[in-house]
């Protein structure tokens, strides 16, 4: 997927209504306040081959890259917020809501943005053996 792609699935993520109760959609899954995609890395070589162990995480890594860049056009320059303390909370047991607790555990650390009422999140995550993908969360719920 190209980033122009990407920033055309943002654009309808952010101007899709939130269901109002949890489940998958069309790019990913959503719920109440959120809309989670999950984008994977096109990490095949040009020959049509399986990707090497390592050619899926950093095309996904330069895809990540090139998407906060083309958002940062947009929107200005990013937050740059670790999500660690927010896995870490949620593995003691305290409540995380989503998307937030799905992004601490699968990426880490997201590229972060208010626009109007809403966040954009975008991080990049491992999703399987030899295989990363972009997450991109539209949420109108603060970061915890």
Request: charged share 20%; aromatic share 8%.
């Given at each position: 997927?190209?980033?122009?792609?990407?920033?055309?699935?943002?654009?309808?993520?952010?101007?899709?209504?939130?269901?109002?109760v949890?489940?998958?959609?069309?790019?990913?899954?959503?719920?109440?306040?959120?809309?989670?995609?999950?984008?994977?890395?096109?990490?095949?070589?040009?020959?049509?081959?399986?990707?090497?162990?390592?050619?899926?995480?950093?095309?996904?890594?330069?895809?990540?890259?090139?998407?906060?860049?083309?958002?940062?056009?947009?929107?200005?320059?990013?937050?740059?917020?670790?999500?660690?303390?927010?896995?870490?909370?949620?593995?003691?047991?305290e409540?995380?809501?989503?998307?937030?607790?799905?992004?601490?555990?699968?990426?880490?650390?997201?590229?972060?943005?208010?626009?109007?009422?809403?966040?954009?999140?975008?991080?990049?995550?491992?999703a399987?053996?030899?295989?990363?993908?972009?997450?991109?969360?539209?949420?109108?719920?603060?970061?915890?």
């Amino acid at each position: 997927m190209t980033t122009a792609r990407h920033l055309a699935e943002i654009d309808l993520l952010r101007g899709r209504a939130f269901p109002d109760v949890p489940g998958p959609s069309p790019s990913g899954s959503a719920g109440p306040g959120y809309h989670l995609a999950r984008f994977p890395a096109d990490g095949a070589g040009d020959d049509g081959r399986e990707p090497s162990p390592g050619e899926s995480e950093a095309q996904c890594r330069a895809e990540y890259e090139a998407l906060a860049a083309a958002l940062a056009v947009r929107w200005g320059a990013p937050q740059h917020v670790s999500l660690w303390s927010v896995s870490f909370s949620g593995a003691a047991g305290e409540p995380v809501p989503p998307p937030w607790e799905e992004l601490s555990h699968r990426a880490g650390e997201v590229r972060l943005w208010r626009v109007a009422d809403q966040w954009i999140a975008v991080g990049a995550a491992p999703a399987g053996e030899d295989r990363w993908e972009l997450l991109v969360a539209v949420t109108g719920t603060d970061p915890p």
